[in-house]
């Protein structure tokens, strides 16, 4: 009798096993198959890359590459350009562009052509330069229509290039900013969609598009830090989406958008960050992270290649001026698998 209970009990611990790894088996099933979603891991693609360690520099992907333009190494300023096929081999466009050395700056894509927007370098500037190579880059003006600047945003949008907020004058860290917003066709000839949106004046903030809308999040105007996400179908009306993220306050971020969401990656909240957030309203964040692999970083660049998110460099300690740069370069997958 005991040896048919003990038996019986042998049976029953089995399949309570069985069961709780089936169990788990189909919830790790469906966390592959529905998410963990992009951002909750991520690997170092290159530990040691041939570019020197900067923050405030610029990112785009051009003519399937990611590329690197310019920033800021503690040091100096730089205006050299880098790009890569796979975001571990790099090499070099040039050493010593056209435009002057600078950070702070916007880049983008827009007309078949990489676009570099204003920066500081040592003063703000309102320059703004394109290249169809990374290594020859023409001036479309010396002297935009918008006030100079540094530490502003910039999307393409409507056919358009758009330039949005900023610091308009002082050293690397200017304190007089703007909540202006610009816009061009050509980068040559620029017209002003609002003198005072809706938004707080600001710098350190980031803007994408998304859904047919322009977007900015957080920011710095030299007092406090925000976490306020705004959006705009004209560059003229904007609209708040939220006061107030889910997201701590933060500066010096970055934000891209991927697998149909916004993004929102690290940043300089007081305490330098690598925590990663998305939203799929501009509203509702979710964190996808609170500490990511790579270590916290604020300046960095990140952008969008070969179906997954890509952060490079940046500053790893300190304030909005930090001391310790990195050129390290780290990936995201699509889904964990």
């Given at each position: ?5 003990i ?25 592959t ?24 520099h ?26 890569s ?5 790099w ?5 010593d ?29 309102n320059e ?5 190579d990374?290594?020859?880059?023409t001036?479309?003006?010396?002297d ?7 530490n502003h ?6 056919n ?14 200017p304190y007089n ?40 999040i957080?920011?710095?105007n ?8 705004w ?15 889910q997201?701590?306050v ?43 692999q ?17 952060v ?5 300690a ?14 995201s ?5």
């Open positions: 009798m005991r040896r048919h209970y038996k019986n009990r042998g049976i029953l611990i089995t399949y309570a096993i069985i069961m709780v790894l089936s169990i788990t088996a189909c919830s790790n099933t469906r966390a198959l529905s998410g963990p979603v992009a951002g909750a891991y991520w690997a170092k693609a290159d530990s040691n890359s041939p570019f020197y360690a900067r923050g405030y610029t990112s785009v992907v051009f003519n399937d590459k990611i590329w690197i333009i310019g920033g800021w190494n503690d040091a100096y300023v730089m205006n050299d350009v880098w790009y096929s796979d975001g571990t081999n090499t070099q466009a040039t050493n562009a056209q435009f002057l050395k600078r950070a702070g700056h916007s880049s983008l894509t827009f007309d078949n052509k990489m676009w570099v927007i204003g920066g500081n370098s040592g003063y703000t500037m703004v330069w394109y290249s169809s990374g290594k020859n880059w001036p479309a003006t010396f935009a229509q918008f006030p100079r600047r540094c945003a910039s999307v393409v949008f409507n358009k290039i758009w330039v949005i907020g900023g610091a308009l004058s002082g050293g690397y860290n900013f703007t909540n202006d917003v610009w816009y061009s066709s050509d980068g040559t000839n620029w017209t002003q969609a609002a003198a005072n949106a809706q938004f707080a004046a600001r710098g350190y903030h980031t803007s994408v598009v998304f859904n047919n809308k322009m977007w900015i957080g920011g710095w030299g007092s406090y830090k925000m976490n306020d996400v959006y705009s179908s004209d560059g003229k009306n904007w609209t708040q989406a939220t006061a107030n993220a997201f701590p933060r500066g010096s971020h970055t934000s891209i958008v991927f697998n149909d969401k916004m993004w929102v990656i690290g940043g300089n909240g007081g305490n330098i960050m690598n925590d990663v957030w998305y939203s799929s309203d501009g509203k509702n964040w979710i964190q996808a992270i609170a500490e990511t790579f270590p916290g970083r604020c300046s960095h660049t990140s952008v969008v290649f070969n179906n997954r998110m890509w490079i460099g940046g500053a790893l300190g304030g909005e001026q930090p001391g310790t740069y990195t050129n390290d370069v780290w990936f997958s699509e889904v964990i698998k």
